[in-house]
Nanobody, 123 residues
Framework: QVRLVESGGGLVQAGDSLRISCTAS????????MGWFRRAPGKEREFVAA????????VYADSLKGRFTISRDNARNTVYLQMNSLKPEDTAVYYC????????????????WGQGTQVTVSS
């Protein structure tokens, strides 16, 4: 069974960049997707980005495309989310998720979740 652990969150200022990580332990195969979601206080869980492990194909939320980049390091079994030009509205708990044969933007189709990492952007 796959276990996901996020790291790298913190407090930054508007305009800063931040990279958060998600390391997977356990077996993943070619059909496995890794996704990032976020949840701001009082708001619904929101899709950020996803990556297919086999070929690193990526999917992004339209509103975040160009500022956020998802990537992987096969050797470390780790997926990264690089966030640039951060805004106060990016403040949220960011969750890593994993699953096979998922609909990348649909959080209900993922079956494994990390504990979340807080990202706070001050104005």
């Amino acid at each position: 069974q796959v276990r996901l652990v996020e790291s790298g969150g913190g407090l930054v200022q508007a305009g800063d960049s931040l990279r958060i990580s998600c390391t997977a332990s356990g077996r993943t195969d070619s059909s496995y997707f890794m996704g990032w979601f976020r949840r701001a206080p009082g708001k619904e869980r929101e899709f950020v980005a996803a990556l297919r492990w086999s070929d690193a194909q990526t999917v992004y939320a339209d509103s975040l495309k160009g500022r956020f980049t998802i990537s992987r390091d096969n050797a470390r079994n780790t997926v990264y989310l690089q966030m640039n030009s951060l805004k106060p509205e990016d403040t949220a708990v960011y969750y890593c998720a994993g699953g096979q044969y998922v609909v990348p933007s649909n959080w209900r189709s993922y079956n494994t979740w990390g504990q979340g990492t807080q990202v706070t952007v001050s104005s």
